[in-house]
């Protein structure tokens, strides 16, 4: 099984106001079928009032994302799959749910995790 990075910038997730509770309801009600499908690992959105900082080996603190990074802002669901096609499909169920196109990233393996 893969884990599989699925992702979306908040400023794509436009919607009129008075859908919110359908967009909230059927955004949820994917999560729990990830959930009931056993596949669901982690998911939420980034805390954008939150500022990022980066921390050296030695522990020094910086305040700042990497410059070519940019800003990430947005929500994210990590599922563990058995293809990349299945994150394709789980993508459009969350697209669909977020009215916004999703972006479907695959971790590598790595055997300790």
């Known amino acids: 099984m893969t884990k599989f990075l699925i992702s979306f910038p908040s400023e794509v997730m436009v919607f009129p106001p008075e859908d919110f509770d359908t967009v909230f309801a059927e955004s949820h009600a994917v999560i729990e079928e990830a959930k009931a499908a056993g596949v669901y690992i982690f998911g939420g959105g ?3 009032e939150v500022d990022p900082v ?4 030695n522990g020094t603190i910086t305040p700042g994302a990497y410059a070519q990074t940019g ?3 947005g929500g994210f669901t990590i599922l563990e799959l058995p293809s990349r096609e299945a994150a394709m499909e789980w ?3 969350i697209a669909a749910a977020c009215r916004c196109d999703q972006e479907v990233r695959e971790f590598m393996f790595d055997p300790h995790s």
């Open 71 to 73: 800003e990430i802002k």
């Open 54 to 57: 980066r921390v050296a080996a």
């Open 46 to 48: 980034i805390a954008e």
């Open 91 to 93: 993508g459009a169920k």
